[in-house]
């Protein structure tokens, strides 16, 4: 039997309620379908400065990077906003995309046809909105040096962040794109500010070179990130794929969250370049959502996200593509079905908490598995 190595991060706040989720259809899928998942579990943010110091001790990074995939479930909150800043909770998150080289993040925006009342846009804006936003993770104005923040005098300080790009960088995250494109609509829009920012120009520069060279069966759009950012909130049935940087890429996909309804809803993976000869990728799976420490413990965070994390496991990492089909379908069923988090509440619905959403979609899973099974 083929064994799939999982390490859990849950973090802080509601991330072990949401994973306390994913842990129930992972028990599911090796008693009843033999999935073979092995799971080990550490600490990340700042549970993990408690009890260690740092965002993330050594031991659990080399946890990280020995599984097949870490599922992480979100860090931070008011009690560590003090902490110094190379040890604040974020810290863990940002070394883990680092060290384990995930430089694709791909971060979906869809818009479940019974939650397009709950966005902030007329329904008919939203409904059947299916977005791919691929945001490069590993370089940009995150990670460039010199980062500083140098004391004048005389009262005053100056802050440097620096935006740095290398082509390689360019070339890997549109190919990413592009390659993803053509499993889609074979639509890509590359978002950044060229007009004022050198970086912009060589991103422009680099993926029209990839796209000529490579995949110039597939319809690339050029547009600067401010006016990405206008027409998603315009007319965002118009992008298939957006390829941009890592901090064009944090807003942007945030932007495209709100207008499925709630950042409780929405999934990303972070993936790793192919090893030469397994063909396997590092990845790491995460809601978008924060760590909404004001409801951490109280049995109403939305799971959703988490669950869709692992479903986009199950598909990356994994090749189980079916199993995620069937856990993708499982939660849509249950929102057709009226079952809503206070997140997501409307009229009519059925309001409920973090465990009872969460077994509604496993027994949809059951079901659509069974029948799958027969």
């Known amino acids: 039997m083929t064994t799939r190595n999982l390490f859990l991060l849950p973090g802080d706040s509601i991330g072990p309620d949401a994973m306390g989720e994913v842990?129930?259809?992972?028990?599911?899928?090796?008693?009843?379908?033999?999935?073979?998942?092995?799971?080990?579990?550490?600490?990340?943010?700042?549970?993990?400065?408690?009890a260690h110091g740092a965002a993330i001790s050594e031991a659990d990074m080399q946890k990280a990077l020995s599984a097949d995939a870490v599922l992480f479930g979100?860090?931070?909150?008011?009690?560590?906003?003090?902490?110094?800043?190379?040890?604040?909770?974020?810290?863990?998150?940002?070394?883990?995309?680092?060290?384990?080289?995930l430089f694709a993040n791909l971060r979906p925006a869809i818009c479940y046809p019974a939650l397009a009342a709950a966005s902030s846009l007329k329904p008919e804006?939203?409904?059947?909105?299916?977005?791919?936003?691929?945001?490069?993770?590993?370089?940009?104005?995150?990670?460039?040096?010199?980062?500083?923040?140098?004391d004048l005098g005389n009262g005053?300080?100056?802050?440097?962040?620096?935006?740095?790009?290398?082509?390689?960088?360019?070339?890997?995250?549109?190919?990413?794109?592009?390659?993803?494109?053509?499993?889609r609509q074979n639509r890509v829009c590359s978002m950044e500010k060229r007009n004022v920012m050198k970086s912009g120009v060589l991103w422009n520069q680099v993926v029209t070179a990839t796209h000529k060279d490579k995949y110039s069966d597939v319809k690339l759009e050029h547009m600067l990130a401010d006016a990405g950012g206008m027409q998603?909130?315009?007319?965002?049935?118009?992008?298939?794929?957006?390829?941009?940087?890592?901090?064009?890429g944090d807003m942007l996909s945030d932007v495209a969250a709100m207008l499925t309804g709630s950042?409780?809803?929405?999934?990303?993976?972070?993936?790793?370049?192919?090893?030469?000869?397994?063909?396997?990728?590092k990845a790491l799976y995460e809601p978008v959502h924060g760590s909404a420490p004001d409801i951490a413990g109280k049995g109403i965070a939305n799971?959703?996200?988490?669950?869709?994390?692992?479903?986009?496991?199950?598909?990356?990492?994994?090749?189980?593509?079916?199993?995620?089909d069937?856990?993708?379908?499982?939660?849509?069923?249950?929102?057709?079905?009226?079952?809503?988090?206070a997140d997501i509440m409307s009229v009519r619905a059925k309001k409920v908490g973090t465990l009872e959403i969460g077994c509604a979609i496993l027994s949809d899973l059951k079901a659509l598995s069974a029948s799958y099974s027969t």
């Open 263 to 281: 950042l409780g809803m929405l999934p990303s993976a972070s993936l790793g370049a192919p090893d030469g000869k397994t063909g396997k990728r």
């Open 74 to 101: 979100a860090v931070g909150g008011p009690k560590w906003d003090d902490v110094p800043y190379e040890v604040r909770p974020e810290a863990g998150l940002l070394r883990l995309r680092k060290d384990l080289e």
């Open 156 to 183: 005053q300080k100056r802050a440097i962040d620096t935006q740095v790009y290398d082509t390689y960088e360019i070339e890997r995250i549109s190919a990413v794109a592009f390659e993803m494109a053509r499993t």
């Open 303 to 324: 799971p959703i996200a988490m669950i869709a994390s692992f479903a986009m496991c199950l598909r990356y990492s994994f090749a189980m593509l079916k199993e995620a």
């Open 125 to 150: 804006l939203v409904e059947g909105l299916d977005i791919l936003i691929i945001r490069e993770l590993t370089g940009g104005v995150y990670f460039g040096e010199p980062k500083t923040i140098t």
């Open 23 to 50: 842990r129930k259809i992972i028990a599911f899928m090796n008693e009843e379908m033999s999935a073979g998942f092995t799971t080990d579990e550490g600490l990340v943010g700042g549970c993990a400065y408690d």
């Open 232 to 248: 998603l909130v315009r007319a965002p049935k118009q992008f298939d794929v957006i390829v941009t940087d890592n901090l064009f």
């Open 326 to 341: 069937n856990l993708e379908k499982a939660i849509a069923n249950v929102l057709d079905q009226g079952t809503r988090t």
